[in-house]
């Protein structure tokens, strides 16, 4: 398959949407996961191929409009007010805005802007319902949900997969489109959601940072290699272990400008590729 999509403008559009996540420590992964599930579940639909693509980056793009949300309300640890909800909320139609300018904005609008749409219509930004809501943005909005109840975030735990998937079926034709659940369900029962839950890259486990949880990018690290936590500045030697590193602490903090946040080229470069 070719789109025929200029690789240059498409690593652009994809560098753009990876900054909310270099914002974000307590998200590392979160788009690649997100990308990579909408994926699965677009091929498991036996969409077109094109359509596969577009599932990937939109799940990748998703949270474009998050960048108009600011730090603290975005990396807040706790629960949120009304009134930073209503913020938080006014990331699909800032990342719609932000696509407006860009050549490549058709591949993604739809999932970045409708992404939390409901079947039931109570969703948002719109409150459209039923199959006024993008095929992709529903696909997406299920991964997105997903990925966020199975992550770590600065106010809990992630949750095991099995009471997610619980959740996922609890929501069959309210949040959750009705055409997808089921498939969805069958992805997980399968195992092919494992190689992804808890992960930032293919065969590359979250690493864990005793006081922030399983939020560590490990795609970059080597045995020996010594890094900090990018929530904390905490800093580790990372050992290599069967399924993935676990972290010693060598009792030193970073300084806040060496946690100053960079795009992640790893995951950009394998949706990139997808348009070949």
Known sequence: MSLDIDQRLLTSLMVLGS????????????????????????????????????????????????????????????????????????????GGSLLAGHPLAAIAVDAVSSHHERPDGTGYPHGIEGEEIPMVARIVGLCDAFDAMTSTRPYRRGMPAEKALSIIEEGDGRQFDAALVEPFLELARAGRLDPFIGHSHHGHRLAECPYCGPIIATHDKQDGTVAPCPACGGEFRFHRQADGFVTEETGRHVAAEALRPQPDLVPIREFVGMAN
């Open 19 to 94: 900054v909310v996540e270099a914002r974000d420590a307590y998200t590392g992964g979160h788009l690649w996961r997100v990308g990579q599930f909408s994926r699965e579940l677009a091929e498991a639909m036996d969409m077109s191929r094109t359509e596969v693509f577009l599932a990937a980056v939109g799940g990748f793009l998703h949270d474009l409009g998050k960048i108009g949300v600011p730090d603290a309300i975005l990396g807040k640890a706790g629960g949120l007010t009304a009134e930073e909800f209503a913020v938080i909320k006014t990331h699909p139609a800032i």
